[in-house]
């Protein structure tokens, strides 16, 4: 029997047994960016979670003209995208089986980096005060052009 490689013209081999019924698939862990309708909603509800009772309270600081916060967070697609990814990775390093020195791994390369980036002053909170959402202004993106020549 030939195979789509040895002839590329040929239709895929259809697949020689179906897998066993008693092995559950785990499908690896989606970032919620590429998640829409039910889906989005449950992870963020869980987000939500993780940031509200642990996250906020032990690492949260006083909001200053240097350290913007927002209680809307989850309004701002920046924020939703880094808090999840911070939150995958604690997650990671500090869930059981974790190596003893994960929490400390968190620390060092994502809490500081991912919270100093979200409350920069040009950070997604830019323009929100405590108590007060403003939705960021889209950055105006034009279409490439089909037809261009690099010059």
Known sequence: ?????????????????????????????????????????EALARLTIWVRHLLIPVYGREVSSSSLWCSRWWEHPEAVAQFYALWMVWQDLTGPGSPLAGPAMWHRDYAGVALSALRAPDGPFAGCKPGKHRPNEALLVEQFPKNSSHQ
Not at 8 to 30: G, K, L, M, N, R
């Open 1 to 41: 029997m030939t195979s789509a490689v040895d002839n590329p013209t040929s239709e895929p081999a259809e697949t020689a047994e179906p897998a066993d019924p008693d092995e559950e698939e785990v499908e690896p862990p989606h970032f919620i960016l590429y998640m829409a309708g039910p889906a989005y909603d």
